[in-house]
């Protein structure tokens, strides 16, 4: 192979690559902010996160680009672990469609598809017709790649040395690792899959070597994806994990029946007999499903084992709590998630709040300081999460929202403002407690049993509100009005009963004082739980009109 030779091969390979980049560019901007709506919108079982992750990789023509995309929903919380490894599963075969669109001998087209994308991007103004340009020249591009790496590598594959250099190479593990160091430096396992064809059609690599160094270059995929993943939360580098954990699982499990079963590849070559190329393309193909079907049923595991992997250590549970996990990057969010992901953070709020009104009640009844302590660790976090989240909401009221989100958005505000209350209300038995144990101070068991039943209706009173606010079913309101209707009557029940035992001298005032302002702060705990969960009613009512 001569200088000029070797620097074909290299531009070869350089347009190929950026022909790829221009294409799945030029993919994106076409589809926008659908492609993140999609994603998040059509993950809620595993069989459609598949699905969907197919979709996606094959048209943007890259399974690092949609597995980055993941990463960064997980990372904001638009995607739970369990949504992320059926897209991610998916992507692995969307992936393989490109070597079968190179197995294709278009080469003769792709300067007209070059030109013809050429034209479109810089004569037409209309946006749209651009980005269909770019998928156009791209994809002339892509090809045009190919044709200079063939044209190129013909002189090397007639060279005896090489052809001798090549065939030593038989070893299948040192070949797997080759695939995966050249898929990691070029970033891309469809980019190695359709350089490993060009050199089987030319004679330089046998199919089954060509097999393992696919096998090899499903692990080095991943390698984008980690380094995405160093900037984010702990879930961001769970997802990336996940990744390499069912690249790795996929390509042992390969391997081995490769290994075990030989007949495997003779049976995928009679698919497509004297086409490598077909072949090479069937094989990604093949085992990237075959691996879906066989690891899809353990997704669990894998998720599982990617946590104990990447633990969250207990000094950054709180600092973790006190961050915006679903509207940490709201600029990013389209438009028709924003009200869902507002949602989601003040059901996590107010979750936090329930939790910490647990708390209180606990450290009451059992005299418990340490636990006291706890509310009001817990009360900063929510203070902090009410301030964060309403500065974002109201960020969010100025963007470019439609009327009704906007006004749906007013009563979120107006029930993080109740969640907030609510852990006020813990901060304040939590203190009474403390201010009871100092002062070495005990309700009487009646008292006690009255406070028990009341915070009962209390806590189912604030979580069935919560779910009404979550799922906004609003079948349940007349449920919630009788469940408050109740703790009303209950408070004056029990103020009479007080009140009598305070004439009868089997209460000291101290204790008194603190009693009542109890039963009045659970009473307005459910007040609060009301406005909560009735909170979007009369919104969704105007918007349904």
């Known amino acids: 192979m001569t200088y000029t030779e070797f620097f074909v091969l290299l531009g070869g390979v350089g347009l ?83 070597a079968q669109i190179t197995a294709f001998n278009i080469s003769a087209y792709a300067p007209l598809m070059v030109f013809v994308g050429v034209v479109m991007c810089v004569f037409v103004k209309k946006q749209m017709v651009k980005y269909i340009g770019s998928i156009i020249m791209g994809f002339g591009m892509l090809f045009q790649g190919i044709a200079l790496m063939k044209s190129a590598i013909i002189p090397l594959s007639e060279t005896q040395t090489f052809k001798d250099i090549i065939s030593s190479v038989s070893n299948p593990l040192l070949l797997v690792l080759f695939g995966v160091a050249f898929t990691a430096l070029l970033q891309s396992s469809s980019s190695a899959t359709v350089i490993f064809q060009a050199f089987a059609v030319q004679g330089l690599l046998t199919y089954k070597s060509c097999v393992f160094l696919v096998i090899g270059s499903a692990i080095g995929s991943v390698t984008p994806n980690l380094l995405a993943s160093i900037t984010t939360n702990r879930n961001g580098k769970r997802t990336a994990v996940l990744n390499l954990l069912f690249n790795l699982i996929r390509a042992m499990l390969v391997f081995t029946l490769v290994n075990i079963f030989p007949e495997i590849l003779e049976c995928i070559q009679k698919l497509s007999p004297g086409n490598v190329a077909r072949q090479v393309a069937n094989t990604h193909t093949i085992f990237a499903i075959f691996a879906v079907l066989v690891i899809a049923p353990f ?55 329930l939790e910490n009104f647990k708390t209180a009640l606990k450290a009451l009844f059992t005299m418990d300081d340490s636990l006291s302590e706890q509310v009001f660790e817990m009360e900063d976090i929510v203070n902090h999460l009410d301030s964060a989240i309403i500065s974002k909401l109201v960020d969010l009221r100025a963007s470019d929202l439609p009327e009704r989100d906007t006004g749906i958005l007013y009563y979120i505000i107006l029930a993080t403002d109740d969640i907030e209350r609510i852990s006020d209300f813990a901060r304040d038995i939590a203190q009474h407690q403390v201010s009871m ?76 004082v603190i009693f009542s302002d109890i039963v009045t702060v659970l009473e307005r705990t459910s007040d609060h739980a009301l406005k909560i969960g009735l909170a979007l009613k009369k919104p969704r009512e105007n918007t349904a009109k």
Do not use: W
């Not at 992997?309 to 969010?333: C, G, V």
């Open 16 to 98: 190929f690559l950026y022909g790829m980049t221009i294409m799945s560019s030029g993919l994106r901007s076409a589809c926008g902010d659908r492609l993140q709506g999609i994603l998040e919108g059509a993950t809620k079982n595993s069989i459609r996160a598949i699905l969907v992750g197919i979709a996606i990789t094959v048209l943007v023509q890259s399974s690092s680009a949609t597995d980055v995309m993941v990463i960064g929903f997980v990372n904001s919380g638009l995607m739970t672990l369990s949504q992320a490894i059926g897209v991610i599963m998916g992507a692995n075969i969307g992936t393989t469609v490109t």
């Open 299 to 353: 997704s669990k595991f894998i998720v599982k084992l990617s946590e104990k992997m990447i633990p969250i250590r207990d000094d950054e549970k709180r600092s973790q709590e006190k961050q915006l996990l679903y509207l940490a990057n709201i600029s990013k969010i389209p438009p028709s998630l924003a009200i869902s992901q507002a949602k989601k953070e003040v059901v996590r709020m107010g979750n936090l709040a």
């Open 437 to 512: 144990s100092k002062k070495k101070l005990e309700f009487s068991d009646g008292a006690i049993k009255e406070l028990e039943v009341m915070a009962d209706k209390v806590i189912e009173s604030v979580e069935l509100c919560l779910r009404m606010f979550e799922t906004e079913d609003f079948f349940k309101a007349n449920k919630a009005i009788r469940l408050e209707n109740e703790i009303d009557e209950m408070q004056l029940e029990i103020m009479e009963a007080h009140v009598d035992r305070l004439m009868k001298d089997e209460c000291n005032p101290v204790k008194s």
